[in-house]
């Protein structure tokens, strides 16, 4: 059971981090909250007694998103259920509202957000491997005096392990800067026990851009989650498919890479088996998804996966 | 505690009053407004039954500190209709039988409304999506998708509202599809169940439960939480008058551990105080010094020679051993074309109804202790407590509150032994509301079971013996492990007549969460084994598995496992109806689901995909736009 | 391999009605009452089936009037008669006969009354929804105004019963008896999609037949096999209490996983009437049952999907993977070659053994 001595809903940037800094150790940041009172119950932390809690919902700074110079910054308050309703957001960051359908319910996608997910630092955290796709970096601000001081973390650099990150004391995110890609087709493929409210066992998310003949993969991004303590980009895989001739061969032979970067110590066998098939999947989902492409692969599906 | 001004719009009534800062929109809800509607069904956000609206958008309750909720408009189940009165949405409930226990079911009607207010014309894929946050238990969701289609037809007015009456009656009732007479209740959060009634000058009772799966408890020593302020009284197993014990079939069971603790969980102490926060730090005064003892966690281990005792009266650690046997089994096998053997297991399972364990209890006017809860056995509830309080029977009084799922899960006693204690204790009514997790790891689980499997049969499938060896592991308690055993026994072979046949049942404890009640009792795990076999001699023989089982089954006359003779059966017909309905085509089972073509009718669900929302899957095809 | 397969399979199972090897007993207090309204007291168990309906039911049903002027007494143990524990199926076959004959009985008086009031043979008198007729005789009136004229004749019409089902205990060395007096039968047929990437399987529909006896209520018994169902497929597929010596590692919601609206298969159900024939009601049960055959129905079809026995429940992903995985080609076919091999029978079923 959760209790606390105070509970703060600043409504400035400035106010949260004047209190953030001077909340006594042990306090918390809350943005959604989903995470907190799960947290304090039997069985985890059971009970729990936070000095301060630093509720930053209402942070008018941390509304919103912006787009400008190909990047798309959302506001740390951006809520899962905005990539599913909101048009822009889903035209502009392919593979979230996929992984967002796929992330706990509607209920709480209506009050969690993404830059909470992150800081969560779980390798099983669904929301690592689409911002990892598209080159997500964090916003994070604390004060020096009274002035706010912002600095920039990649979303790689940004989890260091299960429940550890970069953050500083005092420091706070306030936004999550992804690539607006537009024109990309998006996918993710997610196992669990069910379909609804379920952690992921393993996770990917993929973004792939062909040429107008649907011919060739432009670009190609693969991420995978719940397979190592850090979010995973598929680099090398990506590099043998950027500019290649789409064939389901070459999509086979490069989704055969990713089973090496299975680091995961529970399931490994699992895992690697999902992960070989996600990829491959993941990036025919997205190469489906893309609008107004119809892709040209260059064999047949029976004659590559002897 | 500090202290927290909040001031919000609920069901359209301005609120403005203090409240705790640690507390969620839920607890200020049904504490601090006593609008009990919304329920706790796991405090976790993984289940639904305390679905709230927060400014438009359905959120649940339990994950929300109210903090965040001040300055809102709140909607809460008691806000739908006016009073009386139901929404579309509750009577379409209402009409197809949507409600079964009705725990989950406010929660429910708030994520149906939910996604009709989102989506008018939301299709049955994306309903089942806007429900995926809010479990049910009893109704396996069928009725619940068909009254929100039903609803969303009567308000897009494709129907008329009279298919939300009552069915007009025919010659009988008996045969008809009354709607039910407790579901309105059920349906506006006006029903009380256990958790939802307050008293005056109510206690709450928390408890103190074992960290050890096995253990002797050295000492107790509760002075210190006794002498907290709040607290009115403090109890363990010294405080029981009579003869202590309780159990469905064996009494093994003390009310709380009574000199050591044999599995995770279990009661020590219980705390009644002012309020539960204070009777839970309470708990955390109470000083048990424990000394821990090996345990046996396998049930077989536990069956070998030498291994750790749990209950001084079973030196083997057999709850129970069902015989059953019947003809040659020998010569039964040595007269078969095939033998076939496999092993198979099933797991422990819980109950997880959506009502975690509640009650009341006092001592009324005429010196009667009362207990009231969501028991599934008022009747042996009393017997029990007569002996263990030591007092007339017609001095324990046992009143069913309403039940918010059972499946046999609130057949045991658990609970109700403690508040009738402590109110005995205090003189004053006694609330207690476990968590989910303490219902978890305290309540009894379905068995967990192995079974040795071996059966001959003839070349045109007739089974000619069986051989049937099943284990079960018990748990710490007996609760219902001798019946379990009995059923398994009984139903084991399945509905086939069996000529010959040895079958033994073996309930064994261990230091284990008990195994207890839990429907079928028994009969799903044998028959799980029974039913597979099927198949596989059906494989083996190249038969189709409906046939096989026909060749086998039994018919008014046969003679059972017990050898009971059979005055009707009808699994003939079931038989063919099965066939029938599910349009199957008939033949051996390997592996032919590639070729068969009876797959895929109109009376299958399409795959799950998720995104049902976006036509065709592919996101920003609904057109609609929201502030968010 | 293709990533989605499908497969059907079927089950049948049986099961008692009412306490296993023992005597079972219920009773119950009917009044009819003034308004031509009813009131029944028994020591019922409402656990969500639907219980409380079903004998407002039968009580209209046997006393000629509508179930919603039938009020049910709380169940208390200083108040009601004893009708025992909501469990064993035994609710509607115990409690629905107790309440049958009680009112039986209520009826019986009232109409002894009215017959003498119409000076008509009793064996005439009808009564159903709220209204009494004697047949043959142009006599007709409401059931309000039939208790009046009772009630004015100086009789409340009253009843009670007790019901009994003769159950046996089971031989300590062969476990023969008679168990129960009434079994019912049933059988279902799941039709899976497994996706041999991840191992996930998605059951897509389920054709349930059971026998009742007696449907009092069809919409409540198709809601008790749905429900039953959807419990026996959280077994197959997901649910795992599980303990680390004793410690449970599955303490909430969060792990121990319960299917969701999105788990679940489109269910049909067809109800079976074979009446039981030593009880008045001719209704047996269907809590339990409805559970029994699922489980294997779905492992006999992901069987047909894909070719392996799972014989270790929950059949979960991971499981279903690594089945997969072990499968040797062509092992599905093992059995049927063995067939005509009755030397190499044995040999092969105890190889099946040891997988």
């Known amino acids: 059971m959760l209790t606390c001595d105070n509970y703060h809903l600043p409504i400035t940037l400035q106010d949260a981090l004047v209190l953030w800094a001077a909340a006594p150790e042990g306090s918390r940041l809350v943005a959604g909250a989903t995470d907190l009172l799960p947290w304090a119950r039997e069985g985890r932390a059971g009970e729990v007694h936070i000095p301060a809690l630093v509720d ?231 190469l489906a998804d893309q609008s107004d492409v119809v892709v040209n692969f260059q064999d047949t599906e029976e004659t590559a996966s002897v | 505690m500090s202290e927290l001004w909040v001031e919000l719009e609920i069901n359209n009534r301005k609120i403005a009053r203090k409240t705790q800062a640690h507390k969620r929109l839920l607890d200020f809800l049904r504490d601090d407004l006593h609008l009990t509607g919304s329920k706790e069904g796991c405090g976790a956000g993984e289940c639904g039954t305390c679905s709230v609206f927060v400014d438009g958008r359905l959120v649940k309750s339990c994950l929300m ?38 725990y989950c079911i406010p929660g429910m009607v708030m994520a149906a409304t939910s996604a009709l207010r989102q989506n008018p014309q939301a299709g049955i894929e994306e309903i089942k999506e806007r429900l995926g946050g809010n479990i049910c238990r009893c109704t396996g969701y069928t009725k619940i998708f068909e009254a929100v289609e039903l609803a969303r037809a009567v308000i897009a007015g494709d129907q008329s509202e009279d298919v939300l009456a009552e069915e007009p009656v025919g010659k009988s ?96 102490a219980a705390v009644a105080a002012e309020d539960l926060i204070t009777a839970r730090q309470a708990l955390a005064k109470i000083n048990v010094v424990y000394e821990e003892l090996p345990g046996v966690f396998d049930p077989e281990e536990a069956m070998q020679p030498g291994a750790v005792v749990l209950h001084d009266y079973a030196a083997d650690n057999i709850v129970k051993h069902i015989p059953l046997r019947k003809g040659d089994v020998a010569a039964g096998f040595a007269e078969a074309d095939i033998i076939l053997e496999e092993n198979f297991s099933t797991q422990q399972v819980e109950h997880a109804y959506l009502e975690p364990e509640a009650g ?27 002996r263990i309080l030591d007092r007339p029977i017609n001095k324990v009084r046992c009143i069913m509150s309403p039940v918010g799922g059972g499946f046999g899960g609130k057949e045991d006693m658990l609970y109700q032994g403690m508040l009738a204690l402590a109110a005995m204790k205090t003189h004053r009514p006694v609330q207690l509301v476990f968590t989910r997790e303490e219902s978890i790891v305290a309540s009894a689980k379905r068995h967990p079971s192995r079974v040795r499997y071996k059966m001959g049969l003839k070349r045109n499938g007739q089974i000619l013996a069986i ?162 | 391999m293709e990533r989605k397969l499908r497969g059907r399979g079927v089950a049948a199972s049986w099961y008692g009605i009412a306490r296993t090897a023992t005597i079972d007993r219920a009773g119950a207090w009917a009044e009819l009452d003034d ?108 059931m309000e105004e039939a208790v009046a004229t009772c009630k004015a004749h100086g009789v409340v019409p009253v009843g009670s019963a007790s019901f009994t089902a003769h159950g046996t205990g089971l031989d300590p060395v062969d476990g023969s008896g008679s168990p129960w007096q009434a079994y019912v039968f049933g059988a279902q047929v799941a039709e899976v999609e497994v996706d041999t990437y991840t191992g ?28 039953g169902v959807v419990q026996g497929l959280g077994q197959a597929l997901m649910e795992e209490y599980q303990t680390v010596d004793g410690h449970p590692v599955t303490p909430g919601f969060a792990k121990y996983i319960l299917p969701t609206a999105l788990d679940i298969p489109q269910i049909n159900c067809t109800i079976i009437e074979d009446p039981d024939p030593l009880s008045p009601l001719g209704a047996k049960g269907i809590g339990e049952p409805a559970l029994v055959p699922t489980a294997p129905a779905i492992m006999n079809a992901i069987y047909d999907a894909i070719g392996v026995r799972m014989t270790s429940l929950p059949a979960t992903p991971e499981k279903i993977l690594q089945a997969l995985q072990d499968k040797t080609p062509g092992r599905g076919r093992d059995v049927r070659t063995a067939r005509d091999e009755g030397a190499q029978s044995q040999e092969l079923a105890q190889r099946r053994g040891a997988l």
């Open chain 1, 56 to 286: 930053l919902s209402r942070v008018a700074e941390l509304h919103g998103y912006t787009t400008a110079k190909g990047r798309v910054r959302l506001g740390a308050n951006t809520v899962w259920q905005a990539f599913l309703t909101d048009s822009a957001l889903r035209r502009l960051l392919p593979c979230m509202p996929h992984c967002s359908s796929w992330f706990a319910d509607d209920q709480i996608r209506e009050q969690a957000t993404l830059a909470g997910n992150l800081a969560n630092a779980s390798p099983v955290a669904d929301g690592t491997p689409p911002v990892a796709a598209l080159n997500g970096v964090l916003e994070l601000a604390h004060l020096e005096g009274d002035t706010i001081v912002a600095r920039t973390v990649a979303v790689s650099d940004f989890v260091l392990g299960p429940g550890r990150t970069v953050l500083e004391p005092g420091e706070i995110i306030t936004a999550v800067t992804l690539d607006s890609a537009s024109g990309y087709g998006g996918s993710f493929q997610k196992v669990g026990q069910r379909r609804s409210l379920v952690i992921s066992v393993a996770c990917c998310a993929a973004l792939v851009k062909t040429d107008n003949t649907g011919c060739v993969f432009e670009d190609v991004r693969l991420s995978l989650g719940g397979v190592g303590p850090r979010p995973i980009r598929l680099n090398r895989l990506e590099s043998a498919l950027r500019g290649e001739r789409i064939s389901h061969g070459l999509i086979d032979r490069a989704a055969h890479m990713a089973a090496a970067e299975v680091a995961s110590r529970s399931r490994q066998q699992y895992r690697r088996s999902v992960v070989v098939s996600f990829v491959g999947a993941a990036i025919r989902d997205a």
């Open chain 2, 65 to 102: 500190p109210v903090a965040k909720a001040s300055g809102c408009k709140v909607e809460t189940i008691e806000g739908l209709a006016a009073p009386g009165q139901l929404t579309t949405i509750q009577q379409a409930f209402h009409k197809t039988g949507a409600s079964q226990c009705g």
């Open chain 2, 173 to 268: 009732y008996i045969g008809h599809n009354q709607r039910r007479i407790d579901a309105p209740a059920r349906l506006s959060g006006r029903l009380k169940y256990a958790a939802d009634i307050r008293m005056t000058d109510m206690l709450q009772m928390q408890v103190l439960r074992s960290p050890h799966a096995h253990a002797r408890i050295v000492s107790i020593d509760t002075s210190e939480a006794e002498a907290m302020a709040g607290v009115a009284g403090v109890i363990t197993s010294e405080d029981v008058p009579g003869t202590d014990g309780f159990g469905v079939f064996v009494h093994d069971q003390p009310v709380m551990a009574r000199g050591k603790v044999r599995h995770v969980g279990e009661a020590v």
């Open chain 2, 360 to 386: 009341i209890a006092y001592v009324d006017a005429d010196d009667v202790v009362v207990v009231i809860s969501p028991s599934q056995n008022i009747t042996h509830h009393r017997q029990m407590l007569s």
């Open chain 2, 467 to 628: 051989r049937f060896s099943m284990i079960s592991d018990g748990g710490a308690y007996g609760m219902s492990s001798e019946g379990v055993m009995r059923k398994a026994a009984i139903l084991s072979c399945g509905p086939y007549e069996v000529a010959n046949l040895c079958v033994d049942t073996t309930a064994v404890y261990t230091n284990n969460t008990p195994s207890g009640a839990f429907r079928t009792f028994g009969g799903m795990q044998a028959q799980f084994a029974t039913e597979s076999m099927m198949d596989i001699a059906a494989e083996a023989l190249e038969i189709d598995p409906f046939e096989i089982r026909r060749v086998n089954m039994m018919l008014p006359g046969s003679k059972t496992h017990t050898q009971q003779e059979l005055n009707s059966a009808s699994l003939d017909r079931v038989l063919e109806a099965a066939e029938a309905a599910s349009r199957w085509e008939t033949g051996a089972p390997h592996m032919r689901g590639a070729t068969r073509s009876d797959l895929g009718g109109a009376d299958t669900r399409a795959p799950c995909t998720l995104g049902a929302r976006f036509a065709g899957g592919r996101p920003g095809a609904d057109g609609k736009e929201r502030v968010w």
């Open chain 3, 35 to 142: 308004g031509g309204t009813a009131k029944i007291v028994t020591g019922v168990t409402e656990i969500g089936e639907g219980i409380l309906t079903l004998l407002a039911q039968v009580a209209a049903d046997a006393l000629g009037i509508k179930p919603s002027d039938v009020t049910i007494g709380d169940n208390d143990t200083a108040r009601s008669p004893e009708a025992a524990h909501a469990g064993a199926t035994r609710q509607t076959y115990m409690i629905g006969n107790a309440v049958t004959l009680a009112c039986r009985e209520a009826k019986m008086a009232l109409f002894e009354q009215i017959a003498t009031h119409w000076s008509v043979d009793i064996d005439c008198l009808l009564a159903f929804d709220g209204e009494l007729q004697a047949r043959g005789h142009n006599l007709r009136m409401t």
């Open chain 3, 200 to 227: 996930e399987v998605q059951v897509l529909g389920i054709w349930a037949v059971h026998d009742v006896g007696r449907a009092i209520n069809p919409r409540g018994v198709e809601g008790q096999i749905e429900g």
